[in-house]
């Protein structure tokens, strides 16, 4: 209450804009606060995914194409592994298919309707995660390209009008958040200010992203697929060839280029156009209809078949990204941190019930920790106040360079829960210099706090709970 202002204004909420979070906040009303609940608003992502691709395959091909490659892009694991967890790249990739899809019904810019919508579309990718400009620069500049100079002049002013006019309205949609947040932005994204410009020739972390591609997105039986049709793809002579070889090469080449914490969720928004290549080639080469049902339905079987495999909660699935394999399962470190979370819970809700917790931290152990004490927290009632400066679950809206940090502020704390990698974090968002500031700051006044409980997480991590010697 009287914090959704800040979600367009305020950056302390997000290191990231926040429109993904704007798109939660209807489910919450409608069913309660869980993390549950914030996964179900993956749903209308989900059904912007499977429309826009049904579509773009009807406009590359036929409709027979369009919903093989819905059944195809809903199978592929790295797509409903992520469906399965509140994080952005699962709406980034939904975005950037619906941001293409309407690129390619413009028809060159020429049909006023769907410039508003690819304007529009756009607008919300980039209010949705900055660096969704990565996915969709590669299609867009060739489209421009071939409608503006490839393309007869006979529409050029139609043209330009309405390539203005989606221009105009994805601007002012970005401004929405981004002219609050000049500065702010620049600090977070900043790869100069953080070394992340590592790029080597000789180096064989090059291939990261084409080894996460196939042990944690794709796995045998979509790997095998693409890359067969991939190779008689690159041979086909087609109209929008290049729309869809642009919207893997590009993004893969640049956050290669530019980022040393190379995870499989970046590339997440290429892969309907793996499976949309998939789709046509299947389509477009076999011309037996037995012959292609046949091979639909082998397809259709073991893809079924390695949903269920990598669903099945006990199964061992022998995946090197064993992150991916717990998303694909839907648990996402559930286990472990549970856990974990039912030995710390006592010791920071024993004693006062309004007990004031701050977390210090921004590893994805910490901000698990801290998502399942504010679950608890809110659904049980217990009326804890658990804060996080650094705005990841229950930031409270303080900025790092605010006067408000001082020795109050952490002797206000019943408890503190750190951990030993922030520092140390790889992560390219974070203002690293103002984080350190923020740690430091803790050292000075850690003589008031009792250490009462270490312990070291999956990702090798220790968790710090300090308590308040005043507290105890």
């Given at each position: ?50 429309v ?19 059944f195809l ?12 967890v ?50 969709l ?77 196939m042990n ?30 642009t ?5 893969y ?29 299947i ?48 648990k ?11 030995q ?6 024993s004693?006062?019930?309004?007990a ?106 220790n ?10």
């Amino acid at each position: 209450k009287g914090h959704f202002p800040n979600l367009f204004f305020s950056s302390s909420y997000s290191i990231d804009p926040t429109f993904y979070l704007i798109t939660t906040l209807p489910f919450y009303f409608l069913f309660g606060n869980s993390k549950g609940i914030a996964i179900m608003s993956n749903s209308v992502y989900f059904f912007m995914l499977l429309v826009s691709i049904y579509y773009i395959g009807k406009k590359i091909m036929n409709k027979e194409t369009g919903l093989l490659a819905c059944f195809l892009v809903s199978m592929i694991p790295g797509v409903f592994g992520y469906s399965r967890v509140y994080h952005i790249p699962f709406a980034l990739m939904a975005l950037t298919t619906a941001s293409i899809c309407f690129l390619l019904y413009t028809d060159n810019f020429t049909n006023r309707k769907y410039s508003i919508l690819f304007g529009i579309s756009t607008g919300l990718l980039g209010l949705t995660k900055f660096t969704g400009a990565i996915y969709l620069i590669g299609p867009f500049i060739y489209f421009y390209y071939n409608a503006m100079v490839r393309q007869s002049n006979k529409y050029l002013k139609i043209k330009i009008i309405n390539f203005l006019t989606s221009t105009l309205i994805c601007i002012f949609l970005l401004s929405i958040f981004y002219i609050f947040q000049t500065e702010q932005v620049w600090r977070n994204y900043s790869v100069s200010r953080n070394a992340d410009l590592i790029f080597n020739w000789k180096s064989n972390a090059n291939l990261d992203y084409l080894h996460l591609l196939m042990n944690s997105q794709l796995l045998p039986v979509f790997s095998v697929l693409f890359f067969m049709s991939l190779f008689f793809f690159l041979f086909f002579k087609m109209s929008y060839k290049w729309i869809l070889l642009t919207w893997i090469v590009v993004p893969y080449s640049v956050l290669t280029l530019l980022w040393n914490a190379r995870e499989s969720y970046m590339t997440i928004p290429c892969l309907p156009a793996m499976a949309l290549i998939v789709s046509f080639i299947i389509v477009k080469f076999i011309f037996e209809k037995k012959v292609k049902f046949i091979s639909i339905l082998i397809i259709v079987f073991f893809s079924i078949f390695q949903f269920i495999f990598l669903s099945y909660e006990n199964r061992d699935v022998a995946i090197k990204d064993s992150h991916l394999r717990r998303l694909a399962a839907g648990k996402r470190l559930k286990d472990e941190y549970q856990k974990l979370f039912q030995q710390i819970f006592p010791i920071v809700t024993s004693g006062k019930k309004d007990a004031k917790i701050l977390f210090l931290s921004i590893t994805n152990s910490g901000i698990t920790m801290e998502s399942l004490l504010h679950e608890v927290n809110m659904k049980n009632k217990l009326g804890l106040i658990v804060t996080n400066p650094l705005g990841c679950i229950s930031g409270g809206g303080i900025k790092l360079d605010s006067l408000g940090i001082d020795k109050e502020y952490f002797l206000g704390s019943d408890f503190i829960i750190s951990d030993s990698k922030t520092l140390h974090t790889s992560y390219p968002l974070v203002v690293r210099d103002d984080l350190k500031r923020l740690m430091d700051r803790f050292e000075e006044y850690k003589k008031y706090f009792l250490l009462v409980k270490e312990t070291t997480l999956e990702d090798f991590s220790n968790l710090l709970i300090y308590k308040r010697l005043d507290a105890i």
